[in-house]
């Protein structure tokens, strides 16, 4: 569409563990030049699963949110590791936090937190025909897994606890996927 | 519903011009002690407007997104600024971004980008009664304004420059505002 800005210079301005943030100094189209700051992630990103059962559950779990300081009530998700890609990573998240192997695995969409401040991607996946399995994750303490009934999504957006815009985008892929929008 | 981990200890591990990363070192209900890292943000957040038309269509706008490198078809947003409430933001945002006074702004919801690492609030706001207005913001160029049939959505987010998550929400959230969910 809009030819793209040139990108004269970036350097890292910021490091932490988790975070690195990188600044970028831009010219438009127009001439004008304007330096902007952008968090890096990795380049696999993550996966957010929406496991449903053969009679039309979500499978939700709530897990502590250090961003918000409260439990939020959301879909297993986690960073694609080193070598996976988002199939076998979705498998591995569902497994862990959920408590079910999925049968199938389908991409649904990918998307982006914030596109001006933040290259990090989420593939949401679809999982079904799940049969109960365990593995331990990295979470601290046992997850609570919550299970929803599919039909009864508007209750869902509505709940306090459901507050993760992708999670909103995967529940909206999701209903599409099966047959409810 | 589950005890809130105690928090043992907080500090900043990292800044930069927009960025500020906090370390939260965190003793679970289970007596397991982890450290977190999260980003902070102002406390006020952010506004996504979705201005919607008399005649159903949406006022998007194409914007470059630093984070991923493209230009990004999405909805007029912004920082709530100092002194203002989610309703003037979402009026300045929508007259400096998509060149419209809204006579009627809704609060839908308000959603997360990721609850586990960031605090940031997103307010997602229904802009009606569309007036043409005109205003400078803080663009290094003009934007792109795109009207897009609020019943072509299913489109919409099967376009590959639509990508935030919390889009998707504001989308959603505006479909059932509007009777078509």
Known sequence: MSRLPQILNRHIVARSRLFTVEALDLRFGNGVEARFERLRSSLSGAVLVVPVTDDDRLVLIREYGAGVERYELGFPKGKVDPGEGWAEASVRECIEEAGYRPGSVRLLDTVTLSA?????????????ALVPASATGDEPEPLEVVHWPLDDWRALVDDPDFTEGRAYAALLRALQARGRL
């Open 116 to 128: 001006g401040y933040m290259s990090h991607v989420t593939h949401l996946v679809l999982a079904e």
